[in-house]
């Protein structure tokens, strides 16, 4: 990929005419040239939101005579309390960055290289993407396709937008963690992974979580961080299971070295030895979750109607699940001549091949170490104990995990599946001291639950990622998986592909796998859209239209605060003017639907906005609408401002916007036992029957089955979690290293590697190998090496030369590479070393059941 | 009259090296130059492998070897125990880094205007900025500060000079805490009088087991660490930043 040499844009005279202008070279001042010295400098301090992250901490801006020259954070914001991480401190160097795109670019020369651009007016850029919005929309809106990366409201981008353009929406999720939200939402009816209820809990299996870089379930960092060093104080003890140590720190009580791709296997056999050795909840299992329900031998639920029947050993009888007085857990019974075992008598059955020996054989653990787990487990678990919390008496099972990303592999779903599992027979989800799932409460998704639960596999046409189809029935909905039914339409049976894209804080050719399948699908799109603050290297090769947004500088929200115990909500308000001609997003979009007459009126994106920020109410049933004070108006546009006064006093917080303006965050208090535990709520856990047999995920095989798929659609989708060896291990044994990827602290995917603050501390890509591994191959810490894999569907090979580093804290069998860098744009990305994304493939064996990507893949490495 | 001094707790440490950004901002020190550092460490072998960091900012000794040898004064320890450079008087020649055990010290081998990342000469940009290089240039920093009421904060001021962490003088001023110890996300510094027994240094010193670097060779530091012991022998330093101050 080419490197293209800095470029300039400049604003105002000589760059009217829209001709490509490059940098003049001037003299510097030198430092200070700017301070007047006689007056006394005027101090302001600004709150606003980070921007570089996900979690958008609060910030406070220091303003001297005008010009921000730091960004601390804010204090009251209950996610950070006042700190920063590296990249939130490192920011302020990026928001003045010369190098950001400084007005809207049309496109002069072809795709597939490195851009040429024409310099024009916000004006004649949004006439031309409101034409092609207009066009498409004249024979299906669906056709165009909004793509974020990183959306920092919900409401006004993923929900008002899209739905004002009835546009269709692709998100990140299937690189993020949505296999584990799927898995969640089937189980539990949950939407989140898995965290602890840290304050409480006692034992906790970090399972993956790169606690000194990155991540744990939903959040970016800080937050959780705190957390743990306070459950630390109490005397939590940390399990650590992960390919690598790095991600720990000093924070592994114990570190168990899982070969990548085999969590599902270690859940399993944990699973296993908590039966065996009697660590098992039974009143949880029989209130709250399909274990009871009667199982036919055709792998369905027993029904009388539509009611899943259970044996009340009270009466002896097969009985409605909800009439039961003592439902059966194990057993095999006879009703009406059939023969029925209740759900959990299955689940031992099953789980009986899992021991800890045949797991020891699939992780690379020792098997004592896994009984030993699983007994620590148990006994932590303290299964019967109550303890009392304002003042209600809830379960107390203090064991818990963390697992956030880990869970995007080929078995990922199950894994999670199977790792939620371990702690139902504990009965401590939603209990006290247990497992979280969601940020803020243990808030049930009914629809979700149900959704789920009832997907109708449709016949093809299908859209084009593959929604309720033969192919993935329950679909996170993957750009990759678009990409490769962009390759062979046919084979999908799709016939509509996206004829328009708008990119939303999104770089794919940067920060997801494949690279070179994502290149494809963005050559093939004909209208490329890019709102980014930069030009990304998806926008250098393939976009038609950069629109510059602004970073920092900008109103956003509303955006959520909590930090899982207390609840807030906190705008993003600007410092600061937006730099150069860069607008903030929601700017954009009301210019952009106003062009395209998608504003005004009742299907308009301002109406979108009213029922996103519940400014007026929508009846579900008659579709009538009582518009709230606050509504705007949908005749004229508003001032991006102006809609955040309203929202903010719709919320009933006095001074509206001018609250945000002062104080930043507005902390509503501590969310309460009877929203945080699932066990809590009334009824428990929303009434919702956990499903530990995932009854749905038997039929959608049968039917994936009935309708032609292929079996590597259809083998994962079982009704209990069925380990089996991930494809990536039929590559050929020349191929005999597993390569994993990782988060660093001092960057965010794709779009900070060229910070010059944070690229002079984390420089260029490495990859991590075991010494003992290396110098099998005679590569020495430093050496220049290829690392080569190996897709075991289609035999093809990738690879990229990147530097070997030593370290003695990953699996001898495994090597590793962040996830940043490899990118090209930027002046300050020379140097940096390839993407592993470059070598990971997405597609048949590196997606899960569920469309979400895998972030493994067998390589083999040798000296350059 | 206070006697400043920091304790570190390696306990919480999660050597995220939010520090050494948060300096770098608050004291605009150039490219190269990080006068707080975080090593990142390993030892051991597979699967017995351990990680650690340790923050290291200057140690402000009570008995400061940099002070001892700087032929013109330029470096001194003011009546609050912080170690200063007179940024007017130095004189580059740079005894203070041969003397430093710590290798605390950054020589400005750049001149300023080219020792800040990026070409700031960016029309547009100067029309937000003033001009000034880097853009999130701190005024207060050109200020007069400490005992003798010269420049001392802040860094880059001149090529020839060295330069190393102040305490953030110009905080401390305004009763406010030095930038990495108010900036850790996870509170890893306490900071404050070491002569005041309530102190949060000095309540951490209390009451837990602390160590000093180097301790054999009587710099008296006045930075401590505490839950930790000190790194072993066997320690293999990992993700290193190069730095080009000439420590």
Known sequence: MARFSRKTFLVGAGAGAGTLVSASHLVSPGRGAGQSAAPAPVEEWVPTACWIGKQDCGMLARRIDGRVVKFEGHPAHPRNLGTL?????????????????????????????????????????????????????????????????????????????????????????????????????????????????????????????????????????????RQ??????????????????????????????????????????????????GYVDREYLRRFTNAPFLVQEDGFFLRAGDKEQVWDTATNSAVPFDAAKKPALVGEYTVGGEKVKPAFQLFTEHLDTYTPDWAAEVTGLPAEKIRAVAEELGRNAMIGATIEVEGVSLPYRPVSAMAYHMCQQELGFEAIRAMVMVFMLLGAVGAVGGQSIDLGGWKVEAEKFDKWGEVEIGDPPYNFYLKDSKFFPINTGSPSIVAKVME???????????????????????????????????????????????????????????????????????????????????????????????RGEIDIYLDLTEKAGLLYGEEGYLEQINEAL????????????????????????????????????????????????????????????????GFAMDPPFGGLVHRLYGEPLLRYQEEMKAKGAAEIYWQDYTPFPTWRVPTMDRSPSEYDLYLISYKLIEHKQSRSSFIPLLAEIARRQELSINPKTAKERGIDDGDEVWVESHNAVTGETRKVEVQARYTETIRPDTVGMAHHFGTWTHPEAEGQGPSPNEIFFSGEGYVANTADQSFHVKVRVFKA | MPRYGMVIDLERCMGCRAC??????????????????????????????????????????????????????????????????????????????????????????TP?????????????????????????????????????????????????????????????????????????????????????????????????RAFRLKEELNTSPKVFYVGQPPPSEEIRPIDIVSSTGGQ
């Open chain 2, 20 to 109: 050494m950004e948060a300096c770098k901002v608050e004291n605009n020190t150039p490219e190269g130059a990080f006068w707080m550092h975080v090593f990142r460490f390993e030892e051991g072998e597979y699967p017995d492998t351990k990680v650690g960091f340790l923050p290291r900012p200057c140690q402000h000794c009570e008995n400061a070897p940099c002070v001892k040898v700087c032929p013109v004064q330029a470096r001194y320890m003011q009546d609050d125990g912080v170690v200063l450079t007179d940024f007017k008087r130095c004189i580059g020649c740079r005894y203070c880094i041969v003397a430093c055990p710590y290798g605390v010290n950054h020589f400005n081998w």
């Open chain 2, 112 to 208: 300023p205007e080219d020792a800040y990342y990026l070409d700031w000469d960016d029309p547009d940009l100067e029309k937000a900025t003033g001009g000034a290089v880097p853009p999130y240039d701190n005024p207060d920093l050109d200020q007069p500060h400490g005992d003798r009421g010269t420049l001392v904060a802040g860094g880059g001021h001149y090529d020839g000079t060295t330069e190393k962490c102040t305490f953030c003088v110009q905080r401390l001023e305004k009763d406010l805490l030095p930038a990495c110890v108010s900036n850790c996300p996870v509170d890893v510094f306490s900071f404050g009088d070491l002569d005041d027994p309530e102190s949060a240094p000095s309540q951490a010193l209390r009451s837990r």
């Open chain 1, 614 to 677: 519940k400014l007026v109410e929508v009846d579900e049933e008659t579709g009538e609408v009582t518009r709230g004070p606050y509504a705007l108006p949908l005749d004229r546009k508003p001032k991006v401002r102006q809609i955040f006064d309203r929202w903010a006093k719709s919320q009933g917080i006095e001074g509206g916007v001018a609250y945000f303006e002062k104080h930043g965050v507005y902390v509503k208090g501590p969310i309460e036992a009877a929203k945080y535990f």
């Open chain 1, 85 to 225: 991480c590296p990249k939130g401190m490192a920011q302020i160097i990026s928001v003045y960055d010369p190098n950001r795109v400084k007005a809207p670019l049309v496109r002069t020369n072809a795709k597939g290289q490195t851009g040429e651009w024409r310099q024009v007016s916000w004006d004649e850029a949004l006439d031309r993407v409101a034409r092609k919005i207009k066009e498409v929309s004249s024979d299906d809106p669906g056709l165009i396709l909004w793509q974020k990366g990183r959306s920092k409201t919900k409401e006004f981008y993923d929900t008002a937008f899209v739905k004002a353009l009835g546009a269709t929406k692709l998100g990140h999720g299937a690189y993020c963690s949505d296999a584990g939200y799927r898995a969640c939402e089937f189980t539990v009816g949950v939407e989140g992974v898995l965290h602890p209820d840290f304050r409480h809990t006692r034992y906790l299996l970090s399972w993956g979580w790169n606690i000194t870089n990155a991540g744990g379930n939903k959040l970016c960092w800080i937050t959780w961080n």
């Open chain 1, 488 to 582: 062979d339409p046919k084979r999908y049976g799709v016939e509509k592909l996206p004829e328009m894209v708008i990119l939303h804080m999104h770089n794919p050719l940067g920060a997801v796998p494949d690279r070179k399948l994502i290149s494809s699908m963005y050559a093939k799109i004909p209208f490329v859209v890019d709102i980014n603050a930069w030009l990304s290297e998806t926008a250098d090769y393939y976009a038609d239209v950069v629109l510059p947004a602004a970073t920092v500088e900008k109103y956003e929200g509303p955006l959520g605060a909590t930090d899982q115990y207390v609840d807030a909500v906190a705008l993003r308000v600007p410092a600061m003017k937006p730099l150069f001609e860069s």
């Open chain 1, 228 to 277: 743990l060093l306070e459950a630390r104080e109490r005397g939590v003890k940390v399990v650590v299971i992960d390919p690598r140590l790095r991600g720990a720190g000093p924070f592994a009580d114990e570190w168990l070295p899982i070969r990548p791709a085999t969590d599902l296997a270690l859940a399993l056999a944990l699973a296993r030895e908590l039966v065996r050795q």
